[in-house]
DNA sequence: TCAATATATGAACATTTAATCATATATTCA
DNA sequence: TGAATATATGATTAAATGTTCATATATTGA
């Protein structure tokens, strides 16, 4: 395997930077809580805060950054906000990281 | 997709809790570059250092790390170490990771 | 055995990060 | 409009992280 530069990029440093950032996203035990529960089905912050047992700020500033990552969606329904899985990448990251840990 | 208990883990709390590490664990920038150097050959510290431009001592604490995570594998040959990726599925998540930001 | 070379380790420091608390911003419904 | 509910945000703090510097531990060959 070669990691060579992709288009999008304009150097490698930024490339790396951003894989980088990702799995930094990834490296939280909440966040992976919160991608997991999302995987079979969206879900509000209200369920997830409760689903968590954290406090509703935390769970927040991690959807913040979920969404920053562009790594979940959001849909609001009346007061509610849903959140979702942005697209079949997450779940296959979630995927790996599980088969490397059950190896 | 459902993430059910592993038998390997007496807990989920412990299975997150791991996927986190690994995930942290390739969430840096220098770690990224040495994974990928060593994606297409082995090398000694000594030539990684000098790749990537940063002191023996702060390459060799990321190989301490990467190291302790079982994500790469060593051999001695006389004063130098040879660092190698421990097994296929290093490429695997460096692969999605770089899939995902190419998206 | 001693000097030279390669690598690892520990302590210190600066930066980043996650959690909390308080509060702001929607949205609904009476 | 105003109260109630759901979510987001900003400031603060404690803990974790990456780098550096100094030094320790192998290994080789003279």
Redesign the interface.
Known sequence: ???ER?E?YGSDEE???????????????T???IL?AL??KEECVGDLTEELGMTQSAVSHHLTILRQSRLVKTRREGKSIFYSLA?D?V?????????????
């Open positions: 395997m070669s990691y992709n999008r490339m790396i930077g951003d894989m980088a950032e990702v799995f930094r996203v990834f490296g939280d035990r966040r992976l809580l997991m995987s079979t697209d990448h779940e296959d990251i979630l995927n790996i990281g599980l088969e490397h840990i059950n190896e």
